[in-house]
């Protein structure tokens, strides 16, 4: 019985690293700009790509941002700058399926 709980561990922790792999790492630059989606569905923050990214085979010319510390965002709105981070699938009632940076690092570019 207990051969078989360290088999079963063993098998999960290697679909979980399997499905950490899978995330794109990004870097993306444009202006960041506040937004809104219906019902409230959205991360509030959005940087205006241009020319557009690809991102999982679609060209994007914005891209919602999810970042922990919004009183840097809020310094740094309408301005132009550089994030970095992983991309995360986001699901919602009225949004349906999206593509959201889970920034780890922003700053202001020149």
Known sequence: MRTLRIAFGVALL???LQAQTDVQ???VMGK???MMAI???STGWAIEVDPGVTIDG???HSVEVSYKKTAKLEKLENKR???SGKMD???GVETG???VLKATNIKEAQ
């Open 14 to 16: 290697s679909v979980c």
């Open 25 to 27: 790492k990004v870097t």
């Open 32 to 34: 960041l700009t506040r």
């Open 39 to 41: 019902g409230g569905e």
């Open 58 to 60: 679609k060209e994007l």
């Open 81 to 83: 700058v550089a994030a």
């Open 89 to 91: 699938h986001r699901k």
């Open 97 to 99: 399926d999206r593509m």
